[in-house]
C-alpha cells in the first residue's frame, strides 16, 4: 500500500462529508459561543455542556447580511458540515437560524450573577482601593500563555522598583477556578499591595473558570485589593464584579496597578523646576529686603550714638571728680577757718573740744565722702560696662560674628546644609565660604 499526500486525504474526507445525506443537511441545537464578525463573514460555536461544533457564514450568503448573535443566546441551526481541507477542520457552513430561548450555561451565568448581587458581593462599598505606589504585585495566570508576558513586562516597565509575586494556574477546564482560588489565598497571605489574576481571551466556555462561585466568594473575601483582568475588552466574567477593580485585559490591569516612572521622573524635574524658580524669586526679595534694612541700620544706626553716650559719660566723670574734690577742699578750709576763729578766742578747753569734735567730724566726713564716691564710681562703672555690652564692635573685636545664608541670620547648626554659601560679617568686612561639613555640639563645646 503506497502512502498518499495529506491534501489527496482532505479532499477525500471533504467528498465524503459532500456525498453523506445526513451531513449535508443537519438540524442542530445548541448554545452560542464567541460570536464575531471577520471580513465579512461570521464565526461562532455552537456547544453543550459536553461537546463544541465550529459554525460559519461566508459573507456571500444572504444570512450574513442579517444574522446577530450574542454568546449565551440558545438557537436552532440548519445547514452542512463542511472540512476547511488545508487544516482538516470540519464545520457547519449554516444556512438558517432560529432562536430557541437562553442557553443551559449562561442561563446558570445569569441566575447566579443575580443572587451574588442580591447578597451584596458586587456593592462598591466593599471594594479596596488600590495603592498608587506598590512595592509588591502578586500575579496568577496560565505559566505560559501571553497574559503572564503581558503582566510582568508592562509592570517592570512602568515601574521596575516593584516586586513582582507569580503564582502559575489553570485558567480554564477542569480545576482552573479551584488552581485560582488557591493561588490567591497564597499570596493573600504575602501582605502584598495588589493581586492581579485573570488571562488572554477566549471563547464564553474558555473563561467560564472565572464565573466559579467559590472563586468569586474567595475574590470577595480577600484583604488584599484585586484586579480581575479575563479575556479582551469586550469580555466581562463574573470575577469582574466581585474584585476591586476591573481591567479591560492583563496589560491593562498592569498599567492600573502601576505608575508610570518615566513620567514619575518627569513630573519630579517639573516641580523642581517650579521649586528652584519659587526659591530663586524668595531669595531675591529677601536680597531686597535686606539692602533696605542694612540701609535703614546706617541711617539709624547706634554707633554713634553710643560713642556720645561714652563721651558723656566720661565728662560726667569727671565733672563728679571735680565735684567731690572741691567739696573736700571747702570742708578742709572750713575746718581751718573754725580753728583759726577758736585759736582767737583762746577758750584752751573749749578749742581742744571742739577741736576733737571737728576731727572727728572731719574724719565722718571724709569716710561719708569716700563711700559715696566709691558707690557713684561703681554706678558709673556699671553703666559704663552696660553700655560696652551693647557696642557690637567690642564683640566684633573680641572675634565674634555675624553668619548671614542669603538673608537669614544663622543661629543653630540646622540652619545650614552641607554645600549652603555664607557671609560672615566682620567688624572691618564680609567673607563668604561655602559650609564643608558640620558637626552638631548638643551644647557642649
Known amino acids: 500500500m503506497q502512502p498518499i499526500e495529506v491534501r489527496e486525504l482532505s479532499k477525500y474526507i471533504f467528498n465524503v462529508l459532500k456525498r453523506d445525506a445526513i451531513l449535508s443537511n443537519v438540524y442542530v441545537t445548541g448554545e452560542v459561543s464567541n460570536f464575531k ?4 463573514h461570521i464565526y461562532f460555536s455552537l456547544k453543550d455542556e459536553d461537546a463544541m461544533i465550529r459554525c460559519v457564514v461566508f459573507k456571500s450568503m444572504h444570512l450574513a447580511k442579517k444574522l446577530i448573535l450574542e454568546d449565551g443566546q440558545k438557537i436552532n441551526c440548519r445547514g452542512k458540515i463542511t472540512t476547511f481541507d488545508r487544516a482538516s477542520m470540519y464545520q457547519i457552513l449554516v444556512t438558517e437560524v432560529e432562536d430557541a430561548g437562553v442557553g443551559e450555561i449562561y442561563r446558570k451565568f445569569l441566575l447566579l450573577k443575580e443572587e451574588l448581587e ?3 458581593l458586587f456593592d462598591i462599598r466593599w471594594k479596596k482601593e488600590i495603592p498608587r505606589y506598590p512595592e509588591k504585585i502578586g500575579v496568577v495566570t ?3 500563555g501571553a497574559a503572564k508576558h503581558d503582566i510582568i513586562d508592562t509592570i517592570r516597565r512602568r515601574y521596575p522598583i516593584c516586586d513582582i509575586y507569580f503564582c502559575p494556574s489553570k485558567v480554564q477546564g477542569y480545576g482552573a477556578a479551584l488552581e485560582i482560588a488557591d493561588g490567591l489565598r497564597r499570596l493573600d497571605q504575602l501582605n502584598l499591595d495588589t493581586i492581579i489574576f485573570g488571562r488572554g481571551g477566549g471563547s464564553f466556555e474558555d473563561l467560564n473558570a472565572f464565573n466559579d462561585e467559590e472563586l468569586l466568594r474567595t475574590v470577595f473575601s ?4 484585586t484586579i480581575s483582568a479575563v479575556g479582551h475588552e469586550t469580555d466581562t466574567m463574573l470575577t469582574d464584579y466581585v474584585a476591586d477593580l476591573r481591567a479591560a485585559t492583563p496589560t491593562a490591569a498592569a498599567e492600573l496597578a502601576t505608575p508610570n516612572i518615566q513620567e514619575m521622573l518627569e513630573n519630579l524635574i517639573k516641580v523642581e523646576k517650579d521649586l528652584e524658580h519659587r526659591i530663586k524669586h524668595r531669595i531675591d526679595n529677601e536680597r531686597w529686603e535686606l539692602e533696605q534694612l542694612e540701609k535703614r541700620l546706617e541711617y539709624y544706626g547706634p554707633e554713634e550714638r553710643l560713642l556720645e553716650m561714652e563721651k558723656d559719660l566720661e565728662d560726667l566723670t569727671l565733672s563728679l ?6 567739696n ?9 577757718r573754725l580753728s583759726h576763729r577758736l585759736h582767737r578766742a583762746s577758750p584752751l578747753g573749749a578749742v581742744e573740744q571742739e577741736e576733737n569734735r571737728l576731727d572727728n567730724y572731719l574724719q565722718k566726713l571724709q569716710n561719708n565722702w569716700s563711700q559715696y564716691i566709691q558707690k557713684e564710681q561703681s554706678k558709673v562703672d556699671l553703666l559704663k560696662n552696660s553700655l560696652d555690652l551693647l557696642n557690637p ?7 565674634y560674628t555675624k553668619i548671614y545664608k542669603g538673608n537669614q541670620l544663622i543661629g543653630k547648626i540646622d540652619d545650614v546644609s552641607l554645600g549652603d554659601k555664607l557671609c560672615f560679617l566682620l567688624k572691618d568686612g564680609r567673607v563668604y565660604s561655602e559650609v564643608t561639613g558640620k558637626e552638631d555640639f548638643n551644647g557642649e563645646y
Open 321 to 326: 571728680k571735680k565735684y567731690y574734690k572741691h
Open 118 to 120: 442580591k447578597e451584596g
Open 393 to 399: 564692635r567690642l564683640l566684633q573685636d573680641k572675634g
Open 222 to 225: 480577600m484583604k488584599t485589593p
Open 37 to 40: 464578525r471577520s471580513g465579512g
Open 328 to 336: 573736700l577742699v571747702n570742708r578742709i578750709n572750713e575746718r581751718a
Open 142 to 144: 496560565a505559566d505560559t
